[in-house]
């Protein structure tokens, strides 16, 4: 069965003495007499692209984003991704591995699984100013690697994390319980691990140590939608990406989703885009 194509941290980084893998490079080096053009492809680790200025297209699980100064890009491992980056574009682009960002540190590690959910800023002049500043800390530390520079990259990533966060929380601080969105954060990073194996609330409502009606309750907080419907997203999302990223056959792509009956997949989907998978298929290919 064809699939998407996937880079691997360790393939692309040569870097064995860092735990987890890090990689952070200033744009100018490597564009500076070419374009960057990467096919439609994702990774197993985390790609963070920063422009301070830029021009070109950037297509993330299937939504298009043009390429703009001030902006900031946050990939998860697993999504989908196509980029066309030209000449002249400034900034960074970061990667490293779920194990490098202090795995172990609930609250740390919190602030990395928060920023992902996002893919896409746009950021204040001042706030885009202070991330330069971090990331341009954490490129030195990476390039003398004196001692404790990874501690010191890390720190400077948190810089980085939590002023993304003021961006898209700011004005919502004093309306979001910190406990309701951690739990939302942890169901997040559930469903991008066993939404094609798990696909009841109640499953994820047990992972969480909560009850289905409490998890209903936060997501319908939050965000207005049922757990029910997030878990729907996030099938639909997968069933896209391999319809647009293959030319695999249509039971092909049902039997990778966990669905046995290809027509029960068809009727879903339909069901949810509007369209039936080659009709997708052919509309946005």
């Not at 002249?88 to 682009?93: C, I, K, P, W």
């Not at 779920?98 to 609250?107: G, H, L, M, Q, T």
């Not at 920023?115 to 002049?125: P, T």
């Not at 293959?246 to 949810?272: C, M, P, W």
């Amino acid at each position: 069965m064809e699939k998407i194509p996937v880079r691997h941290i360790g393939n692309v980084l040569k870097e064995p003495e860092l735990s987890g893998k890090f990689s952070i490079r200033a744009l100018d080096v490597f564009l500076h007499t070419q374009d960057m053009v990467q096919e439609l492809h994702r990774h197993d680790f985390y790609y963070v692209l920063v422009l301070k200025k830029g021009t070109g297209t950037h297509l993330i699980d299937f939504t298009s984003y043009l390429i703009a100064a001030n902006t900031v890009f946050i990939m998860r491992p697993g999504q989908v991704h196509q980029l066309e980056l030209n000449t002249g574009s400034e900034g960074y682009l970061l990667q490293f591995g779920s194990d490098f960002y202090y795995p172990n540190e609930a609250i740390t590690n919190r602030l990395l699984r928060k920023a992902s959910i996002i893919n896409h800023y746009k950021v204040g002049k001042d706030s885009f100013g202070k991330i330069m500043t971090a990331l341009a800390f954490a490129l030195q530390e990476f390039t003398d690697k004196q001692a404790n520079y990874m501690d010191a990259i890390k720190s400077n990533l948190t810089i980085f994390f939590i002023e993304l966060l003021r961006q898209e929380h700011n004005a919502d601080s004093h309306k979001e319980n910190n406990y309701v969105q951690e739990q939302l954060d942890a169901l997040y990073a559930l469903l991008e691990k066993h939404a094609l194996e798990h696909r009841q609330v109640s499953d994820y409502a047990e992972m969480l140590n909560l009850s289905a009606y409490q998890l209903n309750a936060i997501t319908k907080k939050l965000l207005g939608k049922t757990t029910s419907e997030l878990i729907n997203e996030y099938i639909i999302l997968e069933a896209k990406r391999y319809l647009l990223a293959t030319a695999n056959q249509v039971s092909q792509v049902a039997d990778h989703l966990g669905y046995e009956d290809a027509s029960y997949f068809i009727r879903f989907f339909k069901k949810h885009t509007g369209f039936s998978p080659e009709t997708f298929r052919q509309h946005f290919k």
